[in-house]
């Protein structure tokens, strides 16, 4: 048992935070067992750590996130999806077949999530085995929890990055049969990376190998409207671009996370809402791909689950804190042509990173009773906080403050630092 003392804040609902002033949060075996105004003087024996006056909030988790393509965040931000990714995006990640290229990106890239503040990935990697291992492998070592997708892919894309689906279908079956335990923080996830990549094949296989494994499912579902046309033309049989996934096995059956849904409603949306299909709202990255503006507040309304990707590189920026930012403005764009869609919320926005994007790994982003202990702790005494009320500081911290500002983070209750990283 360890006792953490500070400010305590987080979201065990979207419309209000729990707000703790010099509060104390107890954590056993790496879960939350009580959070409380006064500790009881049961535990007054146990060793406790005073944060002071700080921010003590639940650790952020990133919803969709391309690995391979964090050199390329920032640059051509001036295309489309499709051509973005035939010019930059597949050339990048053809430079994954190097193991030795592989390792060096992705130390960078976990540490820059470690860096931001996230605690738990949804990332894709590339078709290369090896190097989907190696991403792998620095999770582990750092202590943060991923789920971790081979991508599949057999059409449409260059020669380097096109797999059979037999190929396909045994690197998957090697990187579960190492690293699908039980409990683990690190797991694979079967990741068709869109139907266009796909053949009916490699997309059936990818079903197959979901169910038979019980793994989860990541893609990418109504992005641009130019993608949508070319699904329909590739699946003629199918109602609408979730229900194609459907009739592979890949939109719910079992854990399935859905990144941008821009175009997404009527039927999908209902067939997302039955099967409990997340989406991945990537804000920065839809506004600079020109994909459009995915309409949170609807999905919010009709019961689908949501949660915050960064989308490096269609994204620029792999804070969650500012995708919570750009999250609400986006919302507020839309409310000023359609007012009966409120704007989010600023404890939506951070009910969303965290408590809701973190079911997706379980008892994660809550400070509630056996919840996961995923945590910072904030020093925003810099940003000069006095006489603002916590919720006003961790607001300020949200819209002005940066990695500087997060001064320990926690994995399930274990203190992650990247010391020997």
Not at 48 to 54: A, E, H, Q, V, Y
Not at 193 to 211: D, H, N, Q, W, Y
Request: with cysteine; proline share 4%; aromatic share 10%.
């Amino acid at each position: 048992m360890h006792i953490y003392k500070a400010n305590i804040l987080f979201t065990k609902v979207k419309d209000k935070f729990d707000i703790i002033p010099n509060g104390y949060i107890a954590v056993e075996n790496g879960k939350v067992v009580g959070v409380y105004e006064r500790l009881p003087e049961s535990l007054c024996g146990a060793p406790i750590t005073d944060f002071g006056d700080k921010l003590l909030i639940p650790a952020m988790n990133d919803m969709h996130v391309h690995a391979p393509q964090y050199r390329n965040q920032g640059i051509a931000m001036d295309l489309e999806l499709l051509p973005w990714l035939d010019n930059y995006t597949f050339p990048e990640e053809s430079k994954y077949a190097d193991t030795a290229y592989a390792k060096r990106m992705y130390k960078l890239f976990v540490r820059d999530l470690w860096r931001n503040g996230t605690m738990r990935t949804v990332a894709f990697a590339t078709i290369h085995r090896e190097s989907t291992r190696l991403l792998m492998q620095l999770f582990q070592k750092a202590g943060m929890g991923a789920f971790v997708g081979k991508v599949d892919m057999d059409r449409n894309c260059p020669p380097t990055l096109t797999q059979t689906v037999a190929d396909a279908v045994s690197d998957n079956e090697q990187l579960i049969a190492e690293f699908d335990k039980e409990d683990a923080l690190v797991r694979p996830i079967i990741t068709p990376r869109f139907i266009p990549s796909c053949t009916p094949e490699m997309l059936r296989a990818c079903g197959e190998l979901a169910k038979k494994h019980n793994l989860p499912v990541q893609s990418h579902l109504s992005e641009n409207r130019g993608e949508i046309a070319w699904v329909k033309d590739l699946e003629p049989e199918s109602s609408s671009y979730g229900d194609a996934y459907f009739r592979y096995g890949l939109f719910g059956q079992t854990p399935t996370i859905m990144a941008h849904c821009v175009w997404t409603e009527g039927e999908e949306l209902e067939l997302m809402r039955r099967q409990r299909v997340m989406v991945a709202h990537c804000p920065t990255s839809n506004l600079n791909l020109s994909s459009g503006m995915a309409s949170v507040r609807t999905f919010l309304q009709a019961g689908v689950p949501v949660g915050l990707g960064s989308d490096i590189s269609g994204g620029h920026q792999l804070s969650i804190f500012k995708m919570m930012v750009y999250a609400i403005e986006v919302s507020k764009m839309q409310y000023c042509r359609d007012k009966s869609k409120a704007f989010l919320t600023l404890s939506e926005a951070f009910w969303i990173a965290t408590k809701s994007a973190g079911s997706f790994f379980g008892k994660v982003g809550s400070f509630e009773n056996d919840y996961e202990f995923d945590a910072l702790v904030i020093d925003d005494s810099e940003l000069n906080h006095d006489n603002y009320s916590l919720q006003h500081r961790l607001e300020r911290f949200i819209y002005i403050g940066d990695d500087r500002h997060i001064v320990h983070r926690f994995c399930r209750g274990k203190e992650i630092t990247l010391s020997d990283f």
